[in-house]
């Protein structure tokens, strides 16, 4: 059969089986339990080996080891007495990079708001900054990243008495744009390559879910403000027909954090964990911060 | 709001209608278009489009599952838009589901291009009939609604790995099915 009469005769399938194929809930199965416990077993071997890890990186400021090119400087402590910048050198994969859900890239539902009783107000950057105190953009954007289009403005929402219900600011930083602004997928990987910033002083909509329950995850400490990182290898198609494995995968991080009252949330696509933290880094101390 | 009332406020030639089938079923719409077209800036107009559409054909039309009927005009209307485009640009889940199944295609019969798209379907319809309800609905999710094997995992609660493996036994399956229906086997 042709592609195109196949497609058509999609189209003509019944509703029901639309209707089916939409409302189809997976019912979760009774053994759920054993993954979990397996999970929370190797969590307790993890925390384990944590501790004593940072133990004794804590004997061994500055030193950094040659065989963990993943690893990620934070910075140390506030007790911190000594002038110079010392680090802690910290394995992402084992401590700060949790596992993202697979439902992290699912839809999120949309709050309406009556536009009887609410009005859509577009601020500039001076309104932005204005509101935020500071320009939002990061002081370190890795090379070959350009500004989106869209960056210097954001909608926002106010109730009639003008008070501000929905206030997040959006800031892209992609490789390419297509000409209607939005970020060009790249040949290779079927995938944005750069990252986004979210901020609301509100709250954020959190839909990124992490594997791990809400009270395991862990947080990096950088400059006293509580980072959680996340980590997913993001498959893309098409997939091999006798193996079934994705043509490859790339590296989707999240990072999130509230610095001054602000809640960030920071989604990066097919670059690097460093240059993830670098960008992180330079939001919290405001300035670039070089990670070694 | 329920889809009977949505249905109501057609039948009152009420805007409300389209405001609240926006509310209810917008995202997904939106998700089903981006999957052919592969442009949020198309997939917006494609949709508004369904809804200029369903606003044309209810009444008389009074579609129960409201959802369905107006899938398949976003996804056609979409599929219209998808073709109008520069081959050369064409890069979405789309194209990808659908390099799947010409993979599945039967012989090189000469009265296939005859078939008419409404036979295929009853025959589709009739292989359907004879999967488990999780292989119906990931084939479904794939093929008519596009989605990502990472969606349709997330749905049927699978690895994306195994979406990918039923769905090639599924194509196979459809391809045996498909040829003792012509009576080639």
Redesign the interface.
């Known amino acids: ?3 195109s ?18 409302s ?6 009774t053994h759920t339990w054993i993954k979990w416990s397996a999970t929370a077993v190797c969590l307790a071997v993890l925390v384990l080996v944590v501790f004593s890890m940072q133990t004794e990186y804590l004997h061994q400021q500055g030193v950094t080891q040659p065989d963990k090119p993943n690893d990620v400087i934070a910075n140390p402590s506030n007790h911190d007495t000594s002038p110079q910048t010392i680090a802690i050198q910290i394995s992402m994969s084992d401590i700060f990079l949790n596992d993202i859900d ?2 992290a ?3 999120a ?2 709050i ?1 708001y009556d536009p009887q009783l609410y009005r859509d107000i577009i601020w500039d950057k001076v309104a932005i900054i204005n509101y935020y105190g500071k320009d939002l953009t990061p002081p370190y954007v890795p090379d070959g990243l350009l500004a989106a289009p869209g960056n210097g403005a954001a909608q926002v929402i106010t109730d009639k008495d003008g008070n501000i219900v929905e206030d997040t600011v959006w800031l892209g930083f992609y490789h390419a744009y ?1 000409e ?1 602004g ?1 970020p060009k ?1 790249t040949e290779d990987a ?1 995938a944005r390559k750069g990252f986004s910033i979210t901020v609301s002083k509100i709250g954020l909509l959190h839909d990124c879910i992490y594997l791990l329950p809400e009270n395991e995850i862990k947080t990096s400490d950088i400059n006293g403000v509580e980072v959680t990182f996340g980590y997913r290898a ?2 893309y ?3 091999d ?1 006798e193996t ?3 043509s490859g995968y790339y590296d989707l991080y999240v990072a999130e954090f509230v610095c001054d009252d602000i809640e960030y949330q920071i989604l990066a696509n097919q670059i690097k964990a460093e240059e993830v933290v670098k960008v992180v880094c330079s939001i919290i101390y405001g300035e670039e911060v070089a990670i070694q | 709001m329920e889809d009977e009332e949505i249905i109501a406020l057609f039948f009152q030639r009420s805007e409300q209608a389209i405001q609240e089938l926006e ?1 209810k079923y ?3 719409f939106r ?1 089903l278009s981006y999957n052919i077209v592969s ?3 198309e997939a917006e107009e494609c949709v508004n489009d369904a809804y200029l559409a369903a606003w044309k054909t209810i009444p008389p039309a009074k ?3 409201l ?3 107006i ?2 005009i976003v ?2 209307i979409s ?1 219209k838009c998808y073709y109008r485009k520069d081959a050369a640009k064409r ?1 979405s889940v789309y194209t ?1 589901a ?6 599945a ?2 012989s090189p019969n000469p009265v ?2 005859e ?1 008419e ?2 036979e ?2 009853r ?3 009739d292989f ?1 009939d004879t999967l488990p ?2 292989d ?2 990931i084939f ?2 794939r ?3 596009l989605d ?4 349709i ?6 690895s ?2 195994n979406v ?2 039923r769905l ?1 036994r599924i194509r196979q399956k459809m391809k045996r099915y ?1 040829l003792k229906r012509e009576g080639l086997v």
């Open positions: 059969m042709k592609t009469l196949f497609s058509q005769a999609m189209s003509e399938v019944r509703d029901k089986y639309y209707e089916e194929a939409a189809f809930e997976c019912q979760r199965t697979i439902k890239t699912a839809d539902a949309r309406w297509d209607d939005s997928l079927t993001m498959p198609g098409p997939y027909a079934h494995e994705p | 509310i917008g995202p997904v998700k442009n949020w800036h579609p129960k599952p959802q369905a009927y899938c398949k996804r056609n599929l890069n990808v659908m390099q799947e199944i010409e993979a295609r039967t296939e291009g078939v798209a409404r295929l379907a025959l589709i319809e359907l309800i999780k119906r609905v479904m999710r093929y008519a609604y990502a094997y990472s969606d995992a997330t749905r049927v609660g699978l994306e790995k990918s493996v090639t498909v």
